[in-house]
């Protein structure tokens, strides 16, 4: 089945400190990946996404993901937390047909 | 701009009433979608639109019905309420397909006893 998981439910780490938010996928041909922010009562923000190019891909507030086609992998990234970043971040993958599939998402939480 | 606009915030049904949940968007955007978010399942897609008169089933369309008869809106409608249809409902767009960021909407609250 074409899906994708973010393996941890939560992820805590000390501000200043670099961030890791897991994301893989399972789609057939080339994803499309992106990762979106939710803060409380509220609806989803977009941080970033892959289509094609450079695995590297850079977004908002200092975000950061590598796109890892062997691994199939697209994990999250910051490398100086933010007390201000804590909130629910979720991985999606557009399908072929411009169906999506998101992962149940990971609550991040940065401690002073 | 306002964006995806959703109303109402919040909703309390009984089990077999129906009701339309509103969603319009300023954007001349031609995506949109509607999502439900469940604890611990994230967003799963209930219906998509990629423009006026073409709709599209998502992954839990069951219970739904949805159209598209303009760009701006795309309501969301429930036949028949169940206790299983207790979510929060979101509404996005995005300018052309899914390939694009998708803009959403401050969502509805919804309980159904």
């Known amino acids: 089945a074409q899906s994708v998981a973010q393996p941890e439910d939560q992820v805590n780490v000390a501000e200043g400190n670099p961030l890791t938010v897991k994301c893989t996928y399972s789609?057939?041909?080339?994803?499309?990946l992106f990762w979106y922010v939710q803060y409380p009562n509220r609806g989803l923000q977009f941080l970033l996404k892959y289509i094609t190019g450079d695995n590297l891909v850079k977004g908002s507030y200092g975000f950061e993901a590598e796109f890892n086609k062997s691994q199939t992998s697209f994990h999250l990234k910051k490398p100086s937390a933010l007390v201000s970043d804590s909130a629910l971040y979720f991985c999606a993958v557009r399908l072929i047909n411009n169906d999506m599939r998101f992962g149940a998402g990971t609550r991040l939480t940065v401690k002073p | 701009n306002a964006g995806v606009t959703q109303t109402p915030k919040f909703q309390v049904l009984k089990t077999g009433q129906s009701m339309t949940l509103q969603c319009a968007q300023d954007m001349n955007h031609e995506y949109m979608s509607w999502y439900r978010q469940d604890p611990g399942m994230g967003l799963r897609l209930i219906h998509y639109s990629v423009g006026a008169g073409i709709t599209d089933q998502g992954e839990v369309p069951n219970g739904y019905n949805v159209s598209r008869s303009t760009t701006e809106d795309f309501p969301l409608r429930l036949l028949s309420a169940a206790p299983s249809q207790t979510s929060v409902y979101f509404c996005?767009?995005?300018?052309?397909?899914?390939?694009?960021?998708?803009?959403f909407g401050p969502g509805t609250r919804l309980t159904v006893t």
């Open positions: 789609v057939s041909g080339n994803p499309y």
């Open positions: 996005a767009s995005s300018y052309s397909t899914s390939s694009y960021e998708q803009y």
